[in-house]
């Protein structure tokens, strides 16, 4: 038997096993419960409007919250990471190797439990608490990516910056991170995407009803409902976040090639 035709049989025999397999779940399923349990009709119709007015938009604002302050601070330690004074590059060192180290949610705990527990009568806002820990979960990672990306931009470039008589700050503000973030975008989308995701811890902080993001809105329905329906309709709206974020970041990949250091700005929920 020649390679190709090894290669038929072998295909043939992965479909024929995934057909059977199809079968018999078509055949064993009961497709009743199935339905009533996954796709109940009146349940999910019972989540909305708040599962899109409250959950969805909770969601976004945190993430929006977190990736901003994580931004910031992560464009402040990347400079003090490439600085030339030590101190500086020892303290940002630091922390991108610490945090990048923590899970998430042992960070949402620290900021969210942990503060008010060690300064009794300091109490944050939730919306603070949680803009603090997507922003630290997110600003070790990103600082990476954003070095990555200063040090990917040409060095002619400040050359011919400083030539024309620009001081190092005016260079680095004026010519060398606009182009760093042009490198970056890529990466940073995926991090957006990655911060949507870890949204979801902001569950351990409790909340009011107006105030549940969506995976936090979906544990509260599937208690009340006893179906899973509510978390296939959560799990349905982070696809609805998700999934252009993911298009973008595709389109900005082929226009601007793969970004920096793509291993430096991914990371798990860390749960």
Known sequence: MSKRQRGRVIRGTQYAVLIAVLAALA????????????????????????VITVALVNTVVYTALGFGFGLGLALILALMRMSSV?????????????FRGLPALLIFLSVGIGIPTAFPGFSLN?????MLSLGIVGSAYMAETIRAGIKAVPGG???AARSLGMSPARTMITVVIPQAF????????NELILLTKDSSLAFVLGSTLDQQELTQFGRAALT?????TPILVVGLCYLIIIIPLSVV???LER????????GSSGHGSGT
């Open 182 to 189: 042009r490198i970056i975008l890529p990466p940073l989308t």
């Open 224 to 228: 009340n409902f006893r179906s899973m």
């Open 27 to 50: 055949v064993l399923a009961d497709w009743g419960r199935l339905q009533e349990a996954f796709f109940n009709l009146d349940v999910a119709a019972g989540l909305f409007p708040d």
């Open 157 to 159: 470039q400040i050359e």
């Open 255 to 262: 226009r601007f090639g793969g970004g920096a250091d793509k």
């Open 126 to 130: 939730r919306n603070i608490t949680i």
């Open 249 to 251: 970041q595709q389109r």
């Open 86 to 98: 030590g101190p500086y590059r020892w303290i940002s060192g630091a922390y991108i190797e610490f």
